[in-house]
């Protein structure tokens, strides 16, 4: 075969991979059978006892250790000696008394400033008020007398603005509601805009679990019911004539309102008999 390189050893592939096993093996073998050249045994002059203490410095140490006692053992009994000496400075008949080197001058020192924390008390305590709020009033008195002396109409001072009642939806039967009107509430006029909430509860409603909310600015009512698990607000808005009628119907129970909502097709409906359907919110 022209296109071989060498020549056929191994008939198949197991023959040739038995082969190489046999061959491998015996080389390890042949591996664990020799023997270094050079001996790598640890040496027998490691035993030796003066090769592995070092009795010299041993000796030295234990030397140090004795000088450093005796030199404790003078200290120690010097001091002693010192504490059962009586002192050079104590005078005879003195005992009794406290030794003090400058007891007349810190003596001295603590009367002068005792006599001057004494001044400083009695002058605060005579001190007279700079400001005095007897002469802020009749000045201001006075003030107000001149400001109404030179104004050409009536000057209205000091004047508290009064807390605003909580709106209150009025019923169409009582004084001071018209057919026409809509439902106002004291101090209207100043909080058109401002949204009051009625009604805030979790109920579950078509199986679901949902937080209702009922705000009102006087006329429409806006619910809105919030579901936790998906996330979503549904809302709805009820017209004013609608609100007046449930607001009638249910003596301004705002519960008795919710009793009635609904979710059909995704959408939060009210159930209103007798009334026109509410407005949906887009």
């Known amino acids: 075969d022209r296109g071989r390189v060498g020549t056929l050893v191994f008939s198949s592939k197991s023959c040739a991979q038995k082969v190489w096993q046999r061959e491998h093996d015996a080389h390890r073998e042949r591996l664990r059978r020799s023997r270094s050249a050079v001996d790598v045994a640890v040496p ?39 504490l059962r000496r009586p002192p050079t400075y104590e005078v005879k008949g003195m005992s009794n008394r406290p030794t003090s080197l400058n007891r007349t001058g ?48 009536p000057i209205l001072t000091r004047q508290l603005r009064a807390r605003e ?12 509601a018209t057919a026409g009107s809509s439902p106002i509430a004291a101090g209207a006029d100043s909080i058109d805009d401002q949204q009051s909430y009625l009604l805030k509860e979790g109920r579950r409603i078509g199986g679901a679990y949902y937080l209702i909310e009922m705000s009102t ?66």
């Open 106 to 153: 810190r003596k001295r020192e603590l009367q002068e400033i005792t006599r001057e924390n004494r001044r400083m008390l009695k002058a605060i305590q005579e001190a007279k008020p700079v400001y005095s709020a007897k002469r802020w009033d009749d000045s201001f008195r006075q003030s107000e007398v001149l400001l109404r002396n030179c104004s050409s109409h």
């Open 165 to 176: 009642p909580p709106a209150v939806l009025l019923r169409l039967d009582e004084p001071g």
């Open 44 to 82: 027998t002059t490691l035993g030796m006892d003066h090769l592995r203490r070092n009795l010299k410095g041993e000796r030295l140490l234990e030397e140090r250790y004795t000088e450093i006692d005796r030199d404790n053992q003078a200290m120690l009994k010097k001091i002693s000696n010192n």
């Open 217 to 282: 600015d006087g006329r429409v009512l806006n619910i809105s019911a919030f579901e936790g698990e998906t996330q979503t607000t549904l809302e709805l808005v009820v017209k004013e004539k609608v609100h007046r009628q449930l607001y009638r119907d249910f003596n301004g129970d705002y519960t008795e309102i919710a009793n009635r909502l609904s979710v059909n097709n995704g959408s939060l409906t009210l159930d209103v008999a007798g009334a026109s359907s509410p407005t949906p919110s887009p």
